[in-house]
Structure formats: C-alpha cells, structure tokens
C-alpha cells in the first residue's frame, strides 16, 4: 500500500526533502538556544562581563531567528508537499475510476468512493504533512537534547530516561486505545456519506412520501453513533496532556533538587541548570508530538488502504492486444450466452449490525477458501450459510440466450421488470463481459473490438438516463462533440424534443440543471435519445425510453426510427405492447430466459405469456407486470 502511494508523490520528492532539511535546521538552532543561555548565565550575568553577556545575547537571537526561518520554510515545504501529494492522489484516483467498467463500480459504492476522494485524501494529507513534519523534527531534537543533557551532567540525565519511558509506557496505553476507536469512526463514515447521499439526491421522493422525519430519525442515529465515538476516541486522547505536564513538572522539581544539591557541590552552574530545564521542555514536548503524529498515522492507515485499493483497481473490461477499429455493420449475435454479475459490495447496514457481521465473516471465510488456507467443506462447517451465500452472488441472470439479429432490424424487448432486459442489452456495448458464450457485433466478439470504436457505434439510452448541468446544446454534444448545431437540431427533430426545446425562451441554450431536474421526466428521454442519435450509432438501445413519453409521441419517434434511420439496427425496450408491437421482431424475456421470438401476430398465436399481456394491455390497464401477474393467476387456476 505504501508503495503504491508513494508513486503519487511524483513531483513533490523535492518540497518534502527540502521541508526535512529546514526542519533539521530548526532542530540545530533550537539545541543552541540552551547552550548560549547557560554561558550568557554562567559567563556573562554571573561574572557581570557584560560584553559577553551581549556576545551571547546576539547568538541567541540569531539562532531564534534562524529557528524560525527553517520552521517557517519546513512548514511551508510541507503543507506543499502534502497538498501536492492530496491533489496527486485525487487525480490519480478519479482517473482511475473513469476507468472503471461497470462490474468494477458495482463493487464500491457511489458514497464509499465519495468517502475516499474526500475525507480518506484529507487524512493521508494530513498525516504526510505530520510525517515530514514531526517525525523528522521529534526524534531528532530528542535525541539531540539528551546527548546534550548527558553532555552536561550524565548524572541528572538519568532522570530524564525514567520519565521517558513511564511516558512513552503511557503515551502507548492510551494510543492504542484511541487508533481502536479511531479506527471504527471512519468506517462508519461511509455509512454516513451513504444516508446522505441517497436521500439528498432522492430528497424529492422522501419528500413526496413524507418521509422526511423518518430519514431524519435515521441520520440522527447515524450521527449520534459516530459521536459517540469521537468522544470514546478522544476521551483517550484528552489523557496527553495532563500526563505530559505531570511528567514535565515532576521533572523539573526532581531535576531542582537534585541540581541545587550538585550546584552546592559545585559539580554544576546555574546557567548549566537553566539550559537543562529548557531541554526538559524539548524531550517530552517532542515525546508527545510523536504519539500525536502516531495517533495520525494509524488514523490515515485505514485511509491510505481504502485509498490504495481503488489506484490498484484492475479495471475488468480492458481494450484488447490487437483491436479491430472498425464496426463492418450493425448486426448482433448472441451465441449461447450464460451471464451473472459478480458480488455486490453491499452497504453496510444501519438497522442491522448482524447482517453486517454475517458479511464480513463470510468475506473471511471466502478469501481463506480462495488462499487454499481452508477447504470449502470447512468453510461450510464454520458458517452452514456459505454455500448458499455462494450461489446467491453468482446467480446467473441470464441464461442460454441464442439471438442472430440482421443489420438494420428492429427488436422490440418486452418483460417483466427483472427479467434481465437491461442486462441483455448491457452486453452489446461491452457493458459487462459474458460469463460464457460470445457477442458479435458486426459478425465480430464484442471482445476484439477497441472499446471507444464499439461504443462509438452502439448508441445506448440507459433506462436511468442522465443529463449534466449545462446548456442543451452542451448535452446533446457528448453525442459527438463536432456536431454542428444543424446536426443538433435535426437529432432532436428525430426524438421528437426539437418543439418542445423550441419553446423554452433560451431555447437551445437552456441551462440544465445538475440530474436534468429542470425538464420533464419525458424530456429528459427525447433528450438523451437526441444525443444518442447523434452518435449515428450502427446499433441503437433503447432501455425503456420513452416510458414517460405519451403514446403518440412514442409512435411517432419510432416512424422516424423506421423510415429516416432504416439501416441502424435497434433495440427497443418496452413495458408497452404498443411499444414493440410494429418491431420486426419482438423477443419476450421472462427470468432471464427467452420464451418466445417473433413478430406481434406470431406471438399472439405461439406465445402464451405475450398474449394475455396484450389482452390485458388492449383492456387498457396497467403495464407487463400487470399482465404477468394474470398469466400467473391464470396459471394456477387452470
Ligand atoms: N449491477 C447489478 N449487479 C447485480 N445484480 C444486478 C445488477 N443489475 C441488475 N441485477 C440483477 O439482474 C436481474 C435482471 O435485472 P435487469 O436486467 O435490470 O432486469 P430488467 O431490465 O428486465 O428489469 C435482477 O434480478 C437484478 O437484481
Ligand atoms: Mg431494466
């Protein structure tokens, strides 16, 4: 992990070197300051020679200022360093999860890597910043004020071992106390991250089912854990202090007296003792910035780990060694293709602790099984719900799907919700890769394809689409950023937005807001099928597009498709009969399995499922679902 982190410090090797360096300086100056006060004492005051009593005056004053030259330099060389280290990690991490396919962002969540790019940087921020800071300065200066002491009086010194270790023996109590409270904290702030991430962007539907006390209520559970916390966490911390002036004081009086005695002695002089009590003050004073730079280590080791996990994230879906940069034409083939996705990283769950627990267990007994550190009868045996666990996250979602689709088809999709559509579709851009069998495209695997030349021709409205903020023109043109604005019109003509944008008084220039929540459900869809279209996609996707759109205009943007697009090949998606009705061929999917294909009259003869789902739908009520259901009920009964 350490290594990996480390390469992001690129550039930055120079400030912190340099910042290590001004802080060696300081440490020298700091070391002198005692010694010229003891002669300015012993020499100067004591003997009334008050040239030398200027003498070391100036020494000291130079070395005060040097002191603060070198800690002012080594402060700013660091919080240099560490920025340009922070900056280095969130570039680098957010470069590698645009890089990211699918099955890899499934596997953290969206607050899990807020959390990392935000709060996680910030903590090895800071904790490089300490690192080049005190763990330089501390053990320096602390072993350069006891060579120092033991200089003076290796007698007197001896107390200043006793303290250091009752110290470092406490001090190392109560940290390791704290990193283990500190440690739970920041695993909760996921959880945190979570609640608020989901229910700000979700806030409108919390609002319309009155939910808000109940989040409230919930987020304040969640706070209210992690307060509790903290104040574990710092409760230990809090002991620092008081123990560390006890110390001090308890060795200042022991030196006192000890000292008096060895002055009486004449073994000492009483600037020797003055400088020994300012070195008092630099080796316990150091003591304590090491366990609070520990503290900070241990803290961003969590951190850095959650950090490094993401860097070295091996996205799944990579171009090939030779690809082929060219689409021959817009035809798809599903030879015999089985699918699951891989395991979800589930949220940790509030309301259910032992849930959680069960989780990481079974994320235990997995990586032993894996390692070969335990057999899976084993595994079993530790946790009878293993197995089953196993199989739940390997579900397959889809199962021998046999389709050859010709250039220029249209296929309607129709389903119950579940029943593997998007993910069926998903497989055509390279969404996610095949657990066996293959998808052509263009008579070619989807695998030997460079993956910008097969996204580029596979035009694909996900069901959950998404506009970004900035004006419609901006948003159409992530179709094909050099699309005049002639293009962008025409596009929006075929989706049937151009009226509608026509009305709005900045027109074209409409500002969108962030998630598109400016225009309606329904314009939304027309346009992200726009700014599909102006990809001229060999293949075109459709995922439930028009869902909020009104059934003449839905019908109206397929006669476009039809007869202004006939050589694109699409998929579209429906919930509706009317939505797939006049496709070339419509593949009715049912729990990941094909139950029928066939045109619309085909289907009403052959297909069971399709033809009471058109008899409900021409009846006028509800969806697919709807009518599944009475296929079911229907079922049963006969
Ligand atoms: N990213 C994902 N990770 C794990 N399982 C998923 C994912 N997306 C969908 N599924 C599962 O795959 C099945 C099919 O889902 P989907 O293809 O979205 O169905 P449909 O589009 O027909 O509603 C569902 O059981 C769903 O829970
Ligand atoms: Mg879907």
Request: aromatic share 8%; hydrophobic share 40%; with cysteine.
């Amino acid at each position: 992990m350490v290594k990996t982190l480390m390469k992001y410090i690129g550039g930055y090797w120079k400030s912190s070197v340099l910042s290590m360096l001004c802080m060696l300086g300081e440490v020298v100056a700091e070391i002198l300051i005692p010694l010229a006060m003891a002669n300015l004492i012993d020499l100067g005051i004591s003997q009334g020679n008050l040239p030398l009593v200027f003498r070391y005056g100036t020494m000291m004053a130079v070395c005060a200022l040097f002191g603060l030259l070198f800690g002012f330099g080594g402060g700013r060389f660091a919080a240099k360093a560490s920025s340009g280290f922070a900056s280095n990690l969130r570039n680098g991490m957010y470069e590698s999860i645009q890089r990211f396919s699918f099955s890899n962002i499934d596997k953290y969540s969206t607050a899990g890597l807020v959390t990392r790019l935000t709060t996680d940087i910030t903590n090895v921020q800071n904790a490089y910043q300490m690192i080049i800071r005190m763990c330089m300065r501390s053990p320096m200066l602390l072993t350069m004020a006891l060579i120092m002491t033991v200089r003076i009086s290796p007698k007197l010194s001896v107390t200043y071992f006793i303290a250091i270790i009752f110290l470092a023996c406490v001090l190392g109590f109560i940290i390791s106390r704290a990193t283990k409270a500190f440690s739970t904290v920041f695993t909760k702030y996921d959880d945190l991250n979570a609640s608020v991430q989901e229910n700000v962007t979700g806030i409108r539907v919390v609002k319309s089912f009155v939910r808000e006390d109940y989040e409230i209520d919930r987020f304040q559970t969640a706070i209210d854990s992690i307060y509790a916390l903290f104040v574990k966490a710092e409760s230990y911390v809090c002991f620092n202090f008081p123990v560390m002036m006890l110390t001090i004081y308890a060795c200042i009086i022991t030196i006192s007296w000890n000292g008096a005695h060895e002055i009486v002695a004449g073994r000492l002089t009483t600037g020797q003792l003055t400088s020994l009590f300012t070195y008092t003050m630099n080796i316990l004073i150091s003591l304590m910035f090491l366990s609070m730079a520990f503290v900070m280590i241990t803290m961003s080791v969590a951190s850095g780990r959650r950090i490094a996990e993401v860097l070295s994230e091996v996205p799944t879906i990579l171009n090939p060694e030779d690809p082929v940069y060219e689409v021959a034409d817009g035809s798809v083939d599903f030879d015999n293709v089985n699918f699951g996705y891989g395991k979800r990283k589930k949220l940790t769950d509030w309301d259910n602790p032992e849930e959680v627990a069960a989780m990481k267990r079974r994320a235990r007994l997995k990586e032993a099984v894996r390692s070969g550190k335990m057999t899976a009868a084993e595994a079993i045996a530790k946790d009878p719900q293993f197995q089953a666990a196993e199989k739940e996250e390997r579900k397959p979602v889809l199962t021998d799907i046999d389709l050859h689709i010709r250039s220029g088809e249209t296929i309607g999709i129709i389903g119950g919700t579940g029943s593997s559509k998007t993910s069926l579709v998903s497989l055509i851009p390279r969404l996610y890769d095949v657990t066996t069998g293959a998808v052509r495209v263009g008579g070619r695997d989807v695998r030997e394809y460079d993956l910008v030349t097969l996204r580029d021709a596979v035009g694909m409205v996900l069901q959950k689409n998404q506009l970004f903020s900035g004006t419609i023109y901006e948003n159409l043109r992530w179709g094909d950023p050099e699309a005049t604005d002639e293009e962008c019109r025409e596009a929006c003509r075929r989706a049937c937005a151009d009226e509608f944008i026509r009305k709005f008084p900045d027109g074209y220039d409409t500002w969108i807001e962030q998630g598109g929540s400016n225009v309606s459900g329904g314009q939304r869809q027309r346009l992200c099928i726009a700014r599909a279209l102006l990809k001229k996609p060999k293949i075109l996707i459709l995922d439930d597009s028009t869902s909020a759109v009104d059934t003449a205009t839905d019908a109206e943007i397929r006669r476009v498709f039809r007869e202004e697009i006939p050589e694109t090949t699409k998929f579209i998606i429906s919930q509706r009969i009317s939505g797939v009705k006049d496709s070339d061929r419509i593949i009715v999917l049912e729990d990941g399995k094909i139950s029928g294909v066939g045109t619309h009259e085909e289907l009403l003869q052959t297909n069971e499922i399709y033809r009471s789902v058109a008899a409900v739908q021409a009846e006028g009520t509800g969806d697919f679902d709807h009518g599944n259901d009475h296929v079911r009920t229907h079922g049963r009964e006969v």
